[in-house]
């Protein structure tokens, strides 16, 4: 890394000078002077610089030999040995990129006992299911996790390794990138190989939802991605018999420490489906004016046979707990059928919901957001619409 000053833009104004948190910059004769002994590469005076006369050079860091990197990998996150559903999604835009790449498709699963899931597994068009098993792994917990994924990541060397965008994945893929010192793009929402480099092109929302950034990592590899749950389809299975082959890892027990000790595992019940997976969720915002007035979004969503989802902002206020939150903060979701009631849509809101395949607005405001990405809209009070559509489904169920 260097630094230096570029003597014909420079006339001395001293911002940089001013700028400096070492003191390293001296202005004398009308130019600037930096001290490398002081200068700590914060970059300020860069930014300070109206007339860009001070460059920041960054060396590129040196490629390895790449081509000792092959395949694509889908971290298989499991919980008692079932596997959670995004790894399905993943395996299926795992399954064009390794085709791309005209590469093999593996799932590496950490935990024990995993016959079952690799039996579940094996039945996806994939062509190997790695599993590494061992008692201590039973339970996850991210630093040990993160540490026998890493050994074998750096052994096995897969070119690119995908994970789900779930509280684990998001809680240790982190530590895996760091551990191999490569690069990782979080949330991502859409995966393709470019034609002309054989790049993972990697598309993440960024500001709020408002730009969606493309990101590469070309000099470090295992290209690295965490992807958002219901962006792709789940995989169908193979037929035709197929049967990925299943391959068992050797543990290594060195790699079993770990700093924290799990003491219990309290398993939190809720009331109703899982919004993740639900094909109708019914969500409240602030609009409902109290959180008693959740009971009426419970109701309607027990009449569609589907869950209860809430905004962000409701969720804050206390009126519901965080599993129900949908959006950029939340759970993305991508239901058969989603009902905002009393929800103006934020940009970070519509980045978890606007996939749906059908909207229904419910809100008072005629210019609010979420009318933007309704395939219906009622501009009306929702207090007093939402029990006139539970009344009138239970009516045509006949419920009671």
Not at 35 to 53: P, W
Not at 74 to 101: C, H, K, M, T, W
Not at 149 to 165: F, H, Q, T
């Amino acid at each position: 890394m260097a630094i230096r000053v570029i003597e014909d833009k420079c006339n001395g104004c001293g911002l940089c000078a001013k700028s400096c948190p070492q003191m390293a910059i001296q202005v004398d004769n009308k130019q600037a002077i930096i001290d490398l002994d002081l200068c700590n590469y914060c970059s300020s005076c860069v930014s300070a610089c109206r007339f860009r006369a001070i460059v920041m050079e960054v060396d590129k860091q040196a490629t390895e030999d790449l081509t000792k990197y092959s395949g694509v990998w889908v971290y298989g996150e499991q919980f008692r040995s079932e596997i959670a559903p995004v790894v399905l999604e993943l395996i299926n835009v795992g399954r064009e990129l390794a085709d791309a790449r005209k590469s093999e498709l593996a799932v590496v699963v950490l935990g024990d006992k995993l016959d079952n899931a690799a039996a579940m597994l094996s039945e996806y068009p994939i062509d190997k299911v790695y599993l590494y098993e061992a008692p201590e792994l039973e339970h996850y917990e991210g630093e040990r996790y993160g540490r026998v994924l890493s050994d074998i990541v750096r052994e096995m060397k897969p070119e690119i390794l995908l994970a789900g965008a779930t509280t684990t994945g998001r809680s240790f893929m982190s530590r895996v990138a760091i551990q191999l010192y490569t690069g990782l793009t979080a949330d991502c929402t859409g995966l393709a190989i470019g034609e002309e480099d054989g790049l993972l092109y990697q598309t993440r929302p960024a500001y709020g939802g408002n730009v969606m950034a493309t990101i590469l990592c070309p000099y470090t590899r295992p290209q690295m991605s965490t992807v958002r749950h219901k962006v792709f389809p789940t995989s169908p299975k193979s037929g035709n018999g197929h049967k990925a082959e299943i391959v068992r890892l050797t543990a290594k027990p060195q790699l079993f420490g770990s700093r924290t000790q799990i003491l219990d595992f309290i398993e939190q019940m809720e009331s109703t489906v899982n919004i993740v997976d639900a094909d109708v969720i019914v969500s409240g915002g602030r609009g409902i004016q109290d959180p008693v007035n959740f009971a009426m979004i419970e109701e309607l969503a027990k009449a569609l046979g589907g869950a209860v989802g809430a905004s962000r902002a409701a969720v804050d206020a206390g009126w519901i707990p965080y599993p129900h939150q949908v959006g950029q903060t939340g759970k993305t979701v991508c239901p058969k059928l989603y009902i905002a009631c009393g929800i103006s849509g934020a940009v970070q809101h519509l980045a978890g919901m606007s996939s749906s395949d059908t909207i229904i607005a419910i809100n008072k405001d005629p210019d609010a957001p979420i009318f933007q990405v309704a395939n219906f809209g009622l501009v009306g009070d929702c207090l007093e619409i939402v029990p006139m559509l539970t009344r009138k489904i239970a009516a045509m169920r006949g419920q009671s």
